[in-house]
């Protein structure tokens, strides 16, 4: 496996070092508590890392998966008026 395959561009969470490689997204996961990692997103991205780890899956979907994980659940911003 090649968890040190990096990201086209490195995902930013708001706190701490940015996610570089899948070896940092897959550490970030697995420093979260066990029921929020076993939450479906969060296991999407993990699917979506091995894959990309074992090379027979999309780097991009990883980091994706990644971007979106931690945004589940929560609101979307309503969109601007339209003028």
Not at 46 to 54: G, Q, S, V
Not at 56 to 82: D, L, N, S, T, Y
Request: charged share 20%.
């Amino acid at each position: 496996m090649s968890w040190f395959i990096e990201f086209d561009e490195p995902i930013e969470l708001g706190k701490g070092k940015p996610l570089c490689t899948l070896r940092d997204a897959a550490n970030y996961i697995t420093a979260l508590p066990r029921a929020v990692a076993e939450l479906e997103h969060w296991q999407t991205a993990i699917a979506c890392l091995i894959a990309a780890a074992e090379k027979r899956g999309i780097v991009m979907r990883a980091r994706i998966a990644m971007m979106q994980a931690p945004q589940a659940g929560k609101p979307q911003p309503a969109p601007p008026p339209r003028s």
